[in-house]
């Protein structure tokens, strides 16, 4: 298991602490995420509190890295492969099999853009999580039967 970040270091997701969700004592996990071409997203590569990571692959001019970001909704933890992400950088996120963008759902209120990860195959935007590019930005939403949750917590990036 890859559990490297960008300095060569073994780091370890957190336990879950006081988030939104969790004072609800109900979290949030996405099992199932797909690209617009359907190619699932979850990937057995990084493991976050038991859970199956979300991996997408990032580009920037040259520059490609593979990120796999925490499946429990709201909580931001994430681990990069082969890339160094800094903070206020703007990623183009792409799916790792087909390499297509991921869809752009918005502008997020930041600057960046709101991705696009479908929770099923049939890439419909009325379920879906929206998810900003820029990095450190805590902007994500999640759709589900075209009703918005919002999520803005300030929880702690590894
Ligand atoms: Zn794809
Ligand atoms: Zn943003």
């Known amino acids: 298991m890859n559990r490297f970040d960008d300095k060569g270091m073994m780091i370890y997701p957190n336990p879950i602490k006081k988030s939104g969700i969790c004072r609800n004592k109900t979290i949030l996990v996405v099992r199932e995420c797909y690209c617009q071409n359907g190619h699932s997203l979850i990937s057995n590569q990084a493991v976050f509190n038991g859970f199956k990571g979300i991996q997408v692959m990032v580009r920037r001019g040259n520059e490609t ?60 935007f009325a379920n879906c999580i ?11 939403e999640i759709k589900f039967h075209n009703e918005i949750l919002h999520y803005s917590g300030m929880e702690t990036v590894i």
């Not at 183009?92 to 479908?118: I, K």
């Not at 929206?130 to 994500?140: M, P, T």
């Open 65 to 124: 890295g593979l990120v796999a970001l925490s499946p429990v909704y709201g909580y931001k933890s994430r681990v990069t492969l082969n890339v160094l992400l800094e903070k206020e950088q703007i990623w183009e996120v792409c799916c790792p099999q087909c390499g297509e963008p991921l869809a752009v759902f918005s502008r997020c209120s930041c600057g960046g853009d709101l991705f696009t990860l479908f929770l099923n195959r049939e890439a419909d």
């Open 130 to 140: 929206l998810l900003c590019n820029r990095i450190d930005c805590f902007n994500a």
